[in-house]
Antibody, heavy 125, light 112 residues
Framework: QAQLVQSGDEVKKPGASVKVSCKAS????????ISWVRQAPGQGLEWMGW????????NYAQKFQGRVTVTTHTPTNTAYMELRSLRSDDTAIYYC??????????????????WGQGTLVTVSS | DVVMTQSPLSLPVTLGQPASISCRSS???????????LMWFQQRPGQSPRRLIY???NRDSGVPDRFSGSGSGTDFTLKISRVEAEDVGVYYC?????????FGQGTKLEIK
């Protein structure tokens, strides 16, 4: 079955960058996309951005434009999310989730299912 | 951005009783192809979110049939016919019709 496994927890200093990985298995990675969602401690879910693995198209939340980049490496079925200029309020759990790919081989049934296990990024001096 | 507004934000329910969560969008979620991309997620304590419902009313495999989704346009509802202890957690609606994707604030379901 489809599965997403994320990289381990990170501790970063303010101003640094973090790159979280998300490795897919159990489905055709290149036909779909990946969205990234974060959750600050005790807070709700916040969508950050998306990439179509199929055609490389991206879309980012305005809040993160210029500070976040999502990429993929198809030979290893891995997606990445890099967040730069970290601040203390970037402390959160970061999730990846399968999303639309616009390949014609994905359907709405694939969107936001599954999710990765989450990666805690702590920003502290 | 499309604003998703859930109510209530806190939902204490007696075991075996029904529960209902409302989700309203600031604009119609009907896509130009006629589909409505409204999803519901459950997040149990300490776990990743799990999708329960996609396209308003399609229940995911493995999701108990006590969960049901309904609605159209801008008004949507998630219903649990008889709440069980394992249903404790936070429930989110999310729209996938427009960019950016947007979530509701979440509704915390607890047992009375």
């Amino acid at each position: 079955q489809a599965q997403l496994v994320q990289s381990g927890d990170e501790v970063k200093k303010p101003g640094a960058s973090v790159k979280v990985s998300c490795k897919a298995s159990g489905y055709t990675f290149s036909s779909h996309g990946i969205s990234w969602v974060r959750q600050a401690p005790g807070q709700g879910l916040e969508w950050m951005g998306w990439i179509s693995v199929y055609n490389g198209n991206t879309n980012y939340a305005q809040k993160f434009q210029g500070r976040v980049t999502v990429t993929t490496h198809t030979p290893t079925n891995t997606a990445y999310m890099e967040l730069r200029s970290l601040r203390s309020d970037d402390t959160a759990i970061y999730y990846c989730a399968r999303d639309r790919g616009d390949s014609g081989y994905d359907t709405e049934r694939d969107w936001f299912d599954p999710w990765g296990q989450g990666t805690l990024v702590t920003v502290s001096s | 951005d499309v604003v998703m507004t859930q109510s209530p934000l806190s939902l204490p329910v007696t075991l075996g009783q029904p529960a209902s969560i409302s989700c309203r969008s600031s604009q119609s979620l009907v896509y130009h192809d006629g589909n409505t991309f409204l999803m519901w997620f459950q997040q149990r304590p300490g776990q990743s979110p799990r999708r329960l419902i996609y396209k308003v009313s399609n229940r995911d495999s493995g999701v108990p049939d006590r969960f049901s989704g309904s609605g159209s346009g801008t008004d949507f509802t998630l219903k649990i016919s008889r709440v069980e202890a394992e249903d404790v957690g936070v429930y989110y609606c999310m729209q996938g019709t427009y960019w950016p994707r947007t979530f509701g604030q979440g509704t915390k379901l607890e047992i009375k």
